[in-house]
């Protein structure tokens, strides 16, 4: 895991030619409401299948909203893997290499239970996503193909 800042995450998109994920653009995308009790399954889900084994950007934008949610305790002891001292204010980005998946869907499910937002950026830029504070997550598509998988592993979902 390497730990970016928030201008280190404008320029990994910049690289790239990528934009964030919008719905407003006409991107097909598709919402489904994250729970407490599921935040373990799909994290883990989204690593194993939304990666393509590629590394993956998780860029958290928000936090502090819900602030007797947050385990700032069990973040930074997550983050302490990478040997980095920073505050998340101070470097919100968390790139994963493909061999880092674990590490990926802990940081993520922490994330979800401590009512933070923000994205989830592939490197094949096929799914990307955004988590919000409000407790939904949005998946944004090339094309309505790639959201089939998805739609079926979360129909169960609100």
Known sequence: MRIYSASDCQHWL????????????????IRFATQDHRA????????????????VLLWITEWGIWPSSENWHAYYALRQLSSDKRLLHEAPGHLFLNF?????????????????????????NAVNAFFSH?????????????????????KDQP
Not at 14 to 29: C, F, K, V
């Open 134 to 154: 409000d407790e939904y997550i949005e998946f944004f598509a090339e094309s309505e193909r790639h959201l089939v998988d998805i739609k079926a592993n979360f």
């Open 40 to 55: 373990f399954a799909m994290a883990s889900w989204i690593a194993s299948h939304l990666t393509s084994n590629e590394p």
């Open 14 to 29: 910049q690289e790239r030619n990528r934009t964030l994920p919008d719905a407003t653009n006409g991107t097909p995308s």
């Open 100 to 124: 880092e998946m674990n590490e990926f869907a802990s940081i993520l499910q922490l994330a979800l239970l401590n009512g933070w937002g923000g994205y989830i950026l592939s490197h094949s």
